[in-house]
């Protein structure tokens, strides 16, 4: 026989928990005065029912993800909430550009935008805007 909060510990719970576990029966358990003693075949024999419960949900939770087609989204990159990359009637931008706006104004400040001629920043990257020193 051990007390509960040796117990406690070889379940990995909180005593809290254990006497909750004690009191509604789930482990039975005896009172020596104040103290409940609980026996140890008692304690593993109710790690044991754990276990095979924990076994049998993963053992669900697989099954419905492969029912779900949850595993080949990860053999490649899963889409988007909505759908396809692809915009309407093309070919995705290109990384690091933005696209044109309707009524033909510029993007906002900061936004990553390619000059005539030049190159793009690298992908991920937003031009900043020049601060001067004047005034420091």
């Given at each position: 026989?051990?007390?509960?909060?040796?117990?406690?510990?070889?379940?990995?719970?909180?005593?809290?928990?254990?006497?909750?576990?004690?009191?509604?029966?789930?482990?039975?358990?005896?009172?020596?005065?104040?103290?409940?003693?609980?026996?140890?075949?008692?304690?593993?024999?109710?790690?044991?029912?754990?276990?095979?419960?924990?076994?049998?949900?993963?053992?669900?939770?697989?099954?419905?993800?492969?029912?779900e087609?949850?595993?080949?989204?990860?053999?490649?990159?899963?889409?988007?909430?909505?759908?396809?990359?692809?915009?309407?009637?093309?070919?995705?931008?290109?990384?690091?550009?933005?696209?044109a706006?309707?009524?033909?104004?510029?993007?906002?400040?900061?936004?990553?935008?390619?000059?005539?001629?030049?190159?793009?920043?690298?992908?991920?990257?937003t031009?900043?805007?020049?601060?001067?020193?004047?005034?420091?």
């Open positions: 026989m051990a007390d509960h909060a040796g117990a406690a510990d070889l379940l990995g719970v909180p005593r809290p928990t254990l006497l909750g576990l004690l009191g509604d029966g789930t482990i039975p358990h005896e009172m020596r005065g104040r103290h409940r003693r609980v026996r140890l075949d008692d304690v593993l024999r109710h790690q044991d029912a754990l276990h095979g419960e924990r076994a049998d949900s993963l053992a669900s939770m697989q099954v419905d993800a492969q029912v087609g949850l595993y080949e989204l990860l053999d490649g990159r899963p889409a988007p909430p909505g759908g396809s990359t692809t915009p309407p009637g093309g070919t995705s931008p290109t990384p690091g550009r933005t696209t706006t309707p009524g033909g104004t510029s993007p906002p400040a900061g936004r990553t935008t390619t000059p005539p001629g030049g190159t793009s920043p690298p992908v991920g990257r031009t900043a805007p020049t601060l001067s020193r004047a005034g420091r």
